[in-house]
């Protein structure tokens, strides 16, 4: 008697734990971080307080627009190879004194310092500056062809890196603080 009574309020919890269990392994991974779609289809995801936009376009070329708040460089990285910056496709730019935009296609040379790519890449290149706000526009191919790139392909999850120096550093040497720059997996491009 006692026993069955257990079984009966026993059998509903079990239930609900199940339910809530598989609902709990179902969601997305906390690793993964919200990827919005914008209206003019462009995937985004805000890192480090930077906002970071990406599309591909004929099939085979990645548009990106990435904004900081910053009014020096600005980072994107796609890729990294090895330990930290090592290996990945590094992009970055900043608008100068004379507002004009200053952009380089560049890769991950060693765990902590970056290089100018032998091939430039970029293509539909823009950026603007307001407030301390930064913004830079560019494409490059998914598949470059570049030895110090890495081929991206549609749908497929990647590693983008982000990082933003601080306001004033118009350069691509000064580095980042440890809160202003990222390495994070990507569910699909
Ligand atoms: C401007 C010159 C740069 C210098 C001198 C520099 C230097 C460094 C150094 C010393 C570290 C190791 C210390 C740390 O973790 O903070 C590091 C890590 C890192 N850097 Fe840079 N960096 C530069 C630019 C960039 C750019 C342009 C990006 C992104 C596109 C970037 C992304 C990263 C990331 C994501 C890490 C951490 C990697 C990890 O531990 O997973 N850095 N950098």
């Not at 919005?36 to 890192?47: A, I, M, P, Q, R």
């Not at 990945?88 to 900043?94: D, E, Q, S």
């Not at 110090?148 to 999850?157: H, Q, V």
């Not at 118009?170 to 569910?187: E, F, L, P, V, W």
Request: with cysteine.
């Amino acid at each position: 008697m006692v026993l069955n009574h257990l079984k009966k309020q026993f059998i509903p919890l079990l239930l609900i734990f199940t339910v809530l269990f598989i609902g709990a392994c179902s969601t997305r991974s906390t690793d993964d971080p919200e990827v919005s779609l914008t209206d003019d289809g462009f995937k985004s995801v805000e890192l480090i307080n930077m906002t970071i936009e990406w599309r591909v376009t004929q099939d085979t070329k990645l548009e990106v627009v990435a904004t900081a708040p910053t009014s020096g460089w600005i980072g994107i990285g796609f890729s990294p190879t090895g330990a930290r910056m090592s290996g990945a496709n590094i992009i970055m730019g900043y608008i100068d004194d004379s507002g004009n935009l200053q952009i380089e296609d560049r890769y991950g040379s060693s765990s902590t310092n970056h290089s100018k790519d032998s091939q430039d890449d970029l293509t539909n290149t823009s950026g603007s500056e307001t407030s301390g706000s930064t913004t830079i526009k560019f494409t490059i191919p998914l598949n470059s062809g570049d030895s110090n790139d890495r081929p991206l392909t549609e749908g497929a999850a990647f590693t983008i890196m982000a990082a933003y120096g601080d306001s004033g550093e118009d350069n691509y040497t000064a580095q980042h603080n440890s809160s202003k720059r990222i390495r994070q997996s990507i569910g699909a491009l």
